[in-house]
């Protein structure tokens, strides 16, 4: 029987290890793991490489982990969020490696990560310092960056329902970068607002069940 | 000089967009545009984070707390909106589909070459968010800023001098004081903000302005 | 005001001329766009080429532009299913250019195109007579072929139903290939069951109206 | 030699299909292998035109024109199935997320090289489908197939003769004599249909049967 349900956020984030790379979805606050953030601040794993969108604010989530001294690596699109002050405060003193990517193009390495494709080439920031040192190409006159995957050992994912099976739906624009990191992880944990164990609808479904590894339920929203 | 204030700046952008467009609003002043919009016409405004048909903001109280625009910002959905994840959302632009994107700016050069993400301060992190996957694919890119900068420097240059958000990419450039088109032969004058006179805007910008 | 509607397929198919590239949704006899093929088949535009998973079958629909002599080239994964005789005609006479594509591969060229991406590096065929004459790559012992994005001038899409914003939602297996060719075309075109005035639910919409240019209904299922 | 029937064969590879795995079934003799599955085990197949979850064959006035698998046969749905587009039921099978194909074949040889979609023939056209995009990422490849080809020749190589679907893919072999393990040196018997001895086995194959 296929019954990917968790009792609690602290067994489901248990198999993350010091050093691994850790997806986490979400946009502002939308379709952040809150739950499954602060279990991580928790379990006590460290010198993690964290890609997200942004580099956290306030004092929760990725933030938390920033302040605690537990990222030794940042890759993201957008990490000068208001209120982002414990990223800024640890890049300005140089404790953490920060990697710069074009939203799309994170969106996309971690699309041909979950795919197996071996890169890509894309448009975005060609004669730019972000393709600096990168293999670029012309063809037909537009130029070219070459992008490889970007895959991780984890990803943290927050859905609106999910069901024993690993199928997740989402609410509103709280979808942004969980699907897509659902796939490109080699072991990918939900967090859910409801879980069940009857089926989501077929048709409903975003994210197929085969791309999450534990399901548990959080139903706090942010 | 007379320059315009900031919802008289969006209000004549929003002139130029027509009827049906598929609009990118980047965050802060383009954000404003889509209060002017002339009655009529229908618009699509489309956030990076999985919303075509972004709405106005909701009444307080009536928010919800996941469904915002690029912003960060609470919004609502429109009639014939649709909800999709960021590699879709990067497809719409990077594919050509959107019409249009409304861009700040520190710099624009007269070849349309755009600076709007990193500055050459060492201390201040940089971040691009999808600027450069907008101006990669989206065939009109207005940019919509004050003509100077805050110590009355010049940012409608002859050559960018900040880090480029992409090469030639600009098509117009919106400011208090002028609505310019970017040419192969440079910025060339749309029209100027009511009671300036052309003599006066070209002495607070670099490159030269075409009539 | 947005609205896509128009009220027959032949207005709808109207805008091809001859010589296109006409991306074709469906896979069997699921999603195939029946309509819009044979109103095609009356407009009577030729030295079409046709992409398309299949080949056609029977009598109908790709198999019917095949027999009247309307297609140079067929873009396709599996051109021999049962019954796709005016294919096999064809062929064999030397009559039509055939280009076979891994599935997989032809899905993604066509996301490529759709995405505005230049190419990416796929491992599928690598080692094969498919892989022949292509750049290929080897990155940490997986070898790799560049395959090019696939555009297209129009897509015939065939969906459950839609909107008068183009929005788009599909039956079951109907998927398939038609909402990654709505976004690969210059000019995709979508027959639905049922067409309405009224929005189809955001969260239910899996083709956003941007990608299709015009939308007719058609209430006759294969 | 007593070759066991087609039933028999797919319920020998049946057999190692555990519980919880996702599994594509290729056309043909491979579909076959669902109805096997041993009692209390949950398996989830994948059919690439889109369903993660597909179920037996309705009944018949109960089929749905829309609802079908990759050999274009009416299907239903299991609890849990989820539907999708082409691009992400391949993501499923390039980006290592299923754990296993059943494929049939022209040929496989002794270093896991198969060849199922071309034969030498110039003027059957060739048809690949899914087959190159499956073996390139599912970490276990099962071909199910006849020990021999239909006039008597082997299929089981030392090196194809017919175009490769992928090169070393193949785990491991079911045919209607034996099951084969593709190890670094060769075929490996992992055991015999009933009432078989291997001698007459490795008289009808032409690579080495190692024990």
């Given amino acids: ?222 | 000089m007379k320059p315009l204030d900031e919802n008289a700046m969006a209000a004549r952008l929003a002139q130029d967009i027509p009827d049906g467009a598929y609009v990118n609003l980047g965050i802060g002043l383009p954000n404003k545009v889509a209060h002017f919009v002339p009655e009529g016409r229908e618009v699509m405004y489309h956030t990076e984070n999985g919303l075509l048909g972004v709405g106005p903001a909701p009444a307080t109280g009536e928010e919800d707390p996941e469904l915002i625009d690029a912003s960060k910002k609470f919004v609502t959905m429109v009639p014939g909106a649709a909800l999709f994840d960021h590699p879709l959302a990067f497809s719409m632009m990077r594919g050509n589909h959107l019409s249009i994107a409304v861009l700040g700016a520190y710099q624009v050069a007269e070849n349309g070459d755009l600076a709007n993400w990193a500055t050459l301060e060492q201390s201040f992190p940089p971040a691009v968010g999808g600027a450069m996957d907008l101006v990669a694919g989206v065939p009109q890119i207005f940019v919509l800023m004050r003509h100077t900068a805050r110590d009355g420097s010049p940012k409608l240059l002859k050559r960018c001098s900040y880090p480029l958000t992409g090469a030639g990419v600009v098509t117009r450039v919106y400011t208090d004081l002028c609505v310019l088109e970017v040419t192969p032969e440079g910025f060339r004058l749309v029209d100027l903000a009511p009671g300036n006179r052309l003599e006066e805007v070209q002495s607070v910008t670099e490159a030269r302005i075409l009539t």
Same sequence: chains 1, 3.
Avoid at chain 1, 46 to 53: A, F, G, V
Avoid at chain 1, 93 to 100: D, K, Q, T, V
Avoid at chain 1, 107 to 126: C, K, M, V
């Fill in chain 1, 1 to 222: 029987m296929i019954d990917k349900r968790i009792g609690d956020l602290a067994t489901a984030v248990a198999p993350i290890f010091d050093g691994a790379a850790i997806m986490v979805g979400g946009f502002g606050n939308s379709g952040i793991p809150a739950g499954l953030l602060n279990a991580l601040l928790d379990h006590g794993a460290r010198e993690l490489t964290i890609i997200s969108n942004n580099a956290g604010a306030g004092e929760d989530g990725i933030s938390s982990l920033l302040r605690e001294k537990r990222v030794r690596k940042v890759i993201c699109s957008y990490p000068r969020s208001p209120g982002s002050i414990w990223f800024e405060r640890r890049y300005e003193a140089g404790e953490i490696e920060l990697e710069i990517v074009p939203q799309g193009t994170l969106a996309e390495r971690i699309r041909a990560a979950g795919a197996g494709l071996g890169g890509f080439l894309t448009p975005t920031g060609y004669g730019t310092l972000l393709a600096a040192g990168k293999e670029t190409r012309e063809i037909d006159g537009v130029g070219y960056v070459f992008e490889p995957p970007l895959p991780a050992d984890f990803a943290l994912i927050r859905a609106e329902a999910g069901d024993r099976w690993g199928n997740l739906r989402y609410h509103v624009t709280a979808r942004n970068f969980n699907p897509v990191m659902a796939t490109a992880a080699r072991h990918s944990i939900a967090e859910v607002r409801h879980l069940s164990g009857e089926p989501l609808e077929p048709d409903s479904v975003i994210t197929p069940g085969i791309f999450v590894d534990s399901i548990v339920e959080y139903g706090i929203r942010p």
